[in-house]
Structures are given as structure tokens and as C-alpha cells.
């Protein structure tokens, strides 16, 4: 009987790719994979470091699955496990630590998954990050979406981050490795392929090619499809690439542009590369050229000196923006950062009021946007099946329609003429089924 192993992600898409990658590692070295609530012979945990909660999440997933089967043997790998490989080596029940340049050496790193007295901790140097591992994940259940790195570390210093220690230096997959096995994932029936990256847009260290270069090489691949780039810096969104998305139909009309605080004291602060007025600009062009552009923020609050008047700076920034949704982290302090040396700290039930006040905003203006859409036709990939019967997609300019249930329209792009919301989810008569490829990109 093969041995199984159960693998989990903790944070972003990247890591998702590579967990994937991870799993595949084992299939071909004769394991089944099984769900992470099922008894496994091997556990893998695939950490992130960018929130406390995520550290917290660790420790509480390696107890559990030991209470689930005592004897397994447990594997933490990723970010957590880059910069706190003493604290995860003794977690009772962990055996191996991997760090983010062995992630992908399991098998030729450790010769068993017996469990020992000690811990194994195979971490490199953080001035030693600079390997690019080759990462693809995708869906379970079906040929819909895919995740595919192109990028990796960083070289932003912002004071409140741990990723560039423990990532590395930014680094870029060879640009026609890049085209290559994105066509392979399109050949093998992926209609989403979500592009990874800590900073995809600094795509392009290395070689003479930047990322709008690169989404021009991609949107000539042969096929119908279009492209989504769902997470980028403000100061790397291009006038290029706004306008190439304006005029492509391969490319998705949707931007989440992270801004993390709307007041300039406090963006000097963070050493965030862009004022509060460079991004209004960014937002304001791009919906000049793009009227249904779907625009996603992220945004910090309770970072150290903010003060309320500082809070309600990016408040009413926000209030004022033409944007569609936000992704709010409530600050938690992080080991090894520049921001634990500010002296002033934001109460922690300060931070969950701002929190909560920043959430509120966002479903007002989530649910301002889906009305917009009332009476406009949008193209939607629809996914799999829902519990409750229906079937749920995301259109170009990534609002979430559902529809009746119906097997046909399965990893199908679908003009769906909206006319209504419904529990938070727009819904309307399908016009017309198209036989394209969705193509998202995507960092931290």
C-alpha cells in the first residue's frame, strides 16, 4: 500500500504554486495524496510569515494532525520556517524544517519520514536565497485555473515586511521558459493561469525584458484568452500597461494595486516608493481609460504613530477613490522589521475598530460596483459546482456571478448579460458561451 501525505498552504498564491509543486514531488516518488483532514503518513505545512496569525495557524494545524495520527511525520517549510527555524523545530511533533531554498529538495534531503528524538533543519543563510524553483499548481477538481510562478523575493525595504528576508533578492524565471510553460498549461485545458510572484511587477531582473514586455509576448501565445493581473505596485502599474489593457481583450479589466495607507507621514514611514497623490493619479487614469475597471487595494491600519487623524487621512482617501473592493490586514508586529524600533503603537483594540471601520467601506463599495453592473453584459469563467446548486465565476472586471447549476458551463467563458444582485453575488441571462482561455496574474 503507497504511503500518503497531506500538504497544506498557509498565505499567498505563490505559496499555493508551490505547495502544488511540492505534492507533485511526491506523487512521483509513489505517494498518494490525501486531504489534510484524512490520517496521512506525511504532513506538509507551507508557512507564510506576513501576519502573526499565519504563525499561529502553524502551530495550532501541526497539533492537530498529530492528535489525528501521533506517528506521522511532520515537514514546516516556506517564509515562517526561512526566518524561525529554531521556534518550529521545537513544536512537539515537528521532524523537518525546510527553508525557502530547500522547499523543493525534500527527497534528497531526508532519506526516510521515520520519526526521530531531533528535528532535521535544512535552512540556508538569508544572503543565500537567490534559487528560482520551477512552480505550477492547479486546480483538483477540474482544468479551470492554474497558479505558475514568474517571479520571486524582493527588493523593497519596506519596515513593516518580512518577505525579502525570507525570499531573497528579486529574481525573474527566464522569459521564454515563461512563454513556454504557460503554453503548456494552456495545452493541457487551464482557462485561468494565475501568474505568481512576491513583486510580479519587477519582473525582468536579469534580463532585458520587462513585464509589460512580457504580458505582450504572452497575450501573442496562440488561443483565445485574456489575462488578469490582480496584484501589482502602484509605482510598476505603467502608463503601458494600463493602455495595453485598455486596448487588448486578452487582458482582464481588473488591477488590485496595493496601497497600504493613505496618509503620507505614514507611507515616509512604511518607505513605500509613492505618495497618497501618486496613487489617486494611478487610479484616476486607469479609470479614465477603463470605465468598468474593477480595482482592488490593500491597505494597513494601526500601524506604529498612526494616529486617528493619520487613520481617517486614509479613510477618507479611500472614501473618495473610484475602487471596487479593499483588502484590510490589521498590523501585528513582526520580528526583524524596521517598524518594531517606532516607540509609539496603536492599541491592538484601536486597531480592530480601524480595522472593522476599513471592512464596512469595503462592502459599501463591493456593493456599489456589482450595482454599476446592473444592465451591462460581462464575460465570466465559470468554475465548478456549488453545494447549494449553483455555479459561481468571476467576470473580467472580477465581480462574482452565480448562475443555475449546469454541467455544460463548466470551466466555460460566458457572456452573461447581469441583471440583479442576490446574497452578494450578481446574476443574469447567459448570451453567449466562448471558448477562451482566462489568464490571472498575481503577487504577494
Known amino acids: 500500500m503507497p504511503q500518503t501525505v497531506a500538504l497544506h498552504t498557509l498565505g499567498c498564491k505563490l505559496n499555493f504554486s508551490e505547495t502544488s509543486t511540492i505534492g507533485n514531488q511526491f506523487l512521483k516518488n509513489g505517494f498518494s495524496v490525501v486531504d489534510m483532514k484524512d490520517k496521512a503518513d506525511v504532513y506538509v505545512f507551507n508557512t507564510c510569515t506576513v501576519t502573526e496569525n499565519a504563525e499561529k495557524e502553524c502551530r495550532q494545524l501541526v497539533r492537530r494532525v498529530l ?31 525546510l527553508g525557502s531554498n530547500e522547499k523543493f529538495e525534500i527527497f534528497s534531503l531526508l532519506k526516510d519520514f521515520n520519526k526521530k528524538e531531533l528535528s532535521c533543519i535544512y535552512v540556508s543563510p538569508n544572503d543565500e536565497l537567490n534559487k528560482f524553483g520551477l512552480a505550477s499548481s492547479t486546480d483538483a477538481d477540474s482544468r479551470t485555473r492554474a497558479y505558475f510562478k514568474i517571479q520571486d523575493g524582493c527588493d523593497y525595504k519596506c519596515t513593516f515586511c518580512t518577505i525579502p528576508l525570507a525570499r531573497g533578492k528579486s529574481r525573474s524565471m527566464n522569459p521564454e521558459l515563461v512563454v513556454e510553460e504557460f503554453t503548456n498549461l494552456v495545452k493541457q485545458g487551464y482557462k485561468e493561469i ?10 525582468g531582473k536579469s534580463y532585458d525584458l520587462n513585464f509589460y514586455e512580457l504580458l505582450k509576448k504572452l497575450i501573442r501565445v496562440d488561443g483565445n484568452f485574456r489575462i488578469r493581473i490582480s496584484s501589482i505596485e502602484p509605482n510598476l502599474l505603467t502608463d503601458e500597461i494600463i493602455n495595453l489593457t485598455a486596448e487588448s481583450e486578452k487582458l482582464c479589466k481588473h488591477f488590485h494595486i496595493p496601497l497600504q495607507s493613505g496618509s503620507d507621514t505614514i507611507l515616509r514611514s512604511m518607505q513605500r516608493r509613492y505618495s497618497a497623490e501618486d496613487y489617486r493619479q494611478v487610479i484616476l487614469k486607469t479609470k479614465h481609460l477603463i470605465p468598468d ?34 483588502h484590510v490586514f490589521t498590523y501585528s508586529e513582526r520580528p526583524d522589521t524596521k517598524a518594531l524600533t517606532i516607540s509609539e503603537s496603536v492599541d491592538p483594540a484601536e486597531r480592530k475598530r480601524r480595522s472593522k471601520m476599513l471592512r464596512i467601506l469595503s462592502d459599501k463599495k463591493k456593493n456599489y460596483f456589482y450595482n454599476q453592473m446592473i444592465g451591462k453584459n460581462v464575460d465570466v469563467l465559470f468554475e465548478s459546482k456549488d453545494e447549494d446548486g449553483t455555479i459561481k465565476g468571476f467576470s473580467s472586471n472580477y465581480v462574482r456571478v452565480q448562475n443555475r447549476f449546469n454541467k455544460d458551463l463548466e470551466n466555460q467563458i460566458c457572456n452573461v448579460a447581469v441583471s440583479g444582485i442576490e446574497n452578494g453575488l450578481v446574476y443574469g441571462e447567459i448570451k453567449e458561451i466562448k471558448n477562451s482561455v482566462a489568464l490571472e496574474i498575481s503577487s504577494i
Open 67 to 97: 492528535r489525528n495520527n501521533p506517528d506521522a511525520y511532520v515537514i514546516v517549510t516556506g517564509c515562517y520556517a526561512q526566518l524561525r527555524a529554531d521556534e518550529i523545530s521545537a513544536i512537539d511533533g515537528v521532524d523537518a524544517v
Open 194 to 203: 494565475i501568474l505568481t510572484g512576491v513583486n510580479v511587477g519587477d519582473y
Open 293 to 326: 475597471v474593477g480595482i482592488g487595494v490593500d491597505v494597513i491600519v494601526g500601524y506604529p504613530s498612526e494616529t486617528e487623524k493619520e487613520f481617517m487621512e486614509t479613510y477618507n482617501f479611500l472614501l473618495n477613490l473610484p475602487i471596487s473592493y479593499l
